[in-house]
């Protein structure tokens, strides 16, 4: 049995550190287990521009612990308003690594997102052009359709017309949910990837809404019927390198959560890499696990994989029911349970 496994640092390509003194207090646990990370721009004023983006990272820059080898990559929330010269600008300065697209109020921070998915071509074409990332919240947001469909639909009614229309562009369906979306990648050229979380890989729909509503297991898209699960894992610890890490930890805080209107989100960094092994380990895929933690997302992102190593070890791990922010519980994924994985540094 392996009882102690080192890789190359991880990064994680898909996460939210908000601002501010949520940021401040977030940011550490990132920069413990991954040497960089893909920024979301969900903040409010969303994070439009080279200019915001720069002064955006800054603030994140000096939030990492001293000593601490961290670099957050930007990314460029997409609106029907959205300045291609600008984006092409700040791709070409190193300020932005990706640009994202939200479909207007599909979720938390989202209303400035695409109204309609066809007018953003433009930029799009510049993108594939400019070879600029374009980073996808894959769901509709039309009302008529079931919250449970909306990743399908969006793959139906966009995602194959995106990419048959920017054959060249690089497309990352961000955590994704449903065996429809692994069967899109799959099919799809080496342009177009996915990021996965831990949570669509440990939970089912149930884990939500079964036993009273389950809020801290509540996050967009939401956690599908066990088959898509079941796909997912499938896929992440399949060895093809498209699917990567990306954790999508979106810290709110337990009274956020645990309301009447409780938001979407899981704070999944602390413990990100024991909750990620531990699906490998499960699935016997612990040999696959560096290619999806570290080496799939940088070949993606035309990037170098990094020079330091991690170790975990197989050791129990009591992860606390609730961590503190801003003087504020929040509660952490897999909170209160334990796991049989532990990160060494
Ligand atoms: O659950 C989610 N939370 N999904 C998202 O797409 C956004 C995120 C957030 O920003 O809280
Ligand atoms: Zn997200």
Redesign the pocket.
Known sequence: MTDSITIRRPDDWHL?F?DGDVMREVVPYTARQFARAIV?P?LTPPVTTTELAAAYRDRILAAVPAGVDFTPLMTCYLTDNTDADDLARGAAKGVFTAAKM?PAN?????AAGVTNVEKLYPVLARMEAEDIVLCI?GEVTDHAIDVFDREKEFIDRHLRAIAANFPKLRVVF??ITTSDAVDFVMQAGPNVAATITPQHLHINRNAMLVGGIQPHN????VAKRESHRLSLRKAATSGSPKFFLGT?S???LRSAKESACG????FGAPYALESYITVFDEEGALDRFEGFASLHGPAFYKLPVNEATVTLERAELAVPPCLHVTGEEIVPWHGGQTLGWKFVG
Request: aromatic letters at 8%; glycine letters at 4%.
């Open positions: 939210h908000r979301m969900n939200y599909a979720t938390t921070n989202s919240h961000e955590h509540y996050c967009l898209p999508d979106a810290p709110h938001c979407a989100g899981i």
